[in-house]
């Protein structure tokens, strides 16, 4: 049974689901899953994990995510991007290039954003997009996210009195690309949406490593876990008595590398198969433990 990972190109137009159901037949296996899911209007990297490498999901999900976007000014819409109801038009002759830079400056760092509210966040136990669309009220909570950069390429404006942006957007897991557009332009009192949107990277898998759809059928390849776990996290190179020992579920001395308690570390075994994945303090601690201890099948290569 192979296992690994699949960084999938997703098309326009698909859901993350309708990759799921076609990885499940490439693969020959129900165990699929993916790691964040891109709107249908959206393309770019889909991070799947398949078999056992399901288990590396969850320390993918929470990566930053990096994205290429079209920001339209002049215009709001229900969904805050292209494919909602445009529900206010506004004036843009007095928005300058400059205001447009001071205004993502405003957006980059430490912010505090309301999600979308057509975002598969659950309202009393319902998909807020459900209840935007059974014409429902809907108020989501701001929360913390992080924008590491936001990045202005070019400025057009348009017939129509409208005006498009190029974008580059680095952020932590759970920011909201069209909210940053919803955003920007409320605060230069133009309203603006999302017109396109392109995710270039997720953690450290990247374009450079994707695959279209038609390109998976024709080959199907994926990255075996000890690649794509070397990729993700600090690693550990073990000797045998220590594959020995976590594989009765024991503890082993720290590592000589300090790691924040929620990095795990990836442990590989001499033959560069990936053991386990740890809570290893380094030298503060004084042992360190296995939070997930892989079988000999699993940890080793997965390449198809």
Same mark, same amino acid.
């Given at each position: %049974?192979?296992? =690994?990972?699949? &960084?999938?190109?997703?098309?326009? +137009?698909?859901?993350? !689901?309708?990759?799921?159901?076609? %990885? @499940? @037949?490439?693969? =020959?296996?129900?165990?699929? +899953? !993916?790691?964040g899911t891109l709107d249908p209007m959206a393309t770019g990297v889909l991070v799947l994990g398949v078999n056992k490498a399901t288990k590396l999901l969850t320390y993918i999900v929470g990566t930053t995510k990096t994205y290429t976007a079209t920001i339209r000014l002049g215009q709001a819409t229900v969904t805050d991007d292209a494919e909602g109801e445009v529900t206010e038009t506004s004036p843009t002759a007095q928005v300058t290039e400059a205001a447009v830079r001071n205004g993502i400056a405003g957006l980059t760092g430490e912010i505090s954003q309301v999600p979308s509210s057509v975002s598969a966040i659950k309202v009393d136990g319902e998909r807020s997009?459900? @209840?935007? @669309?059974a014409g429902k009220d809907v108020q989501l909570a701001a929360r913390p996210v992080r &924008?590491?950069?936001f990045e202005l390429h070019s400025f057009h404006r348009l017939p129509g009195d409208l005006i498009d942006l190029e974008v580059t957007v680095e952020c932590s897991s759970g920011t909201y690309i069209r909210a940053l557009a919803r955003d920007l332009g409320a605060g230069l009192g133009s309203g603006g949406h999302l017109t396109a949107l392109r995710r270039t990277a997720v953690g450290p898998y990247s374009l450079a490593e994707a695959r279209t759809m038609d390109q998976l059928a024709a080959e199907f390849r994926m990255l075996e876990m000890s690649d794509a776990a070397r990729a993700l996290m600090p690693v550990r190179e073990l000797t045998?008595?220590?594959?020995?020992?976590?594989?009765? +579920?024991r503890r082993i001395p720290s590592g000589p590398q300090a790691h924040p308690a929620a990095d795990p570390v990836a442990a590989f075994a001499p033959d560069r198969s990936l053991v386990a994945l740890?809570?290893?303090p380094g030298p503060a601690g004084k042992s360190a433990k296995a939070v997930l201890?892989?079988?000999p099948d699993e940890g080793g290569s997965g390449a198809a």
């Open positions: %049974m192979l296992s =690994g990972l699949v &960084i999938v190109d997703k098309p326009q +137009g698909w859901t993350s !689901h309708d990759v799921v159901a076609k %990885m @499940r @037949r490439l693969a =020959g296996t129900r165990k699929v +899953g !993916h790691a997009y459900a @209840r935007v @669309r &924008i590491l950069r045998a008595d220590e594959v020995v020992e976590l594989s009765f +579920g740890l809570d290893d201890v892989f079988a």
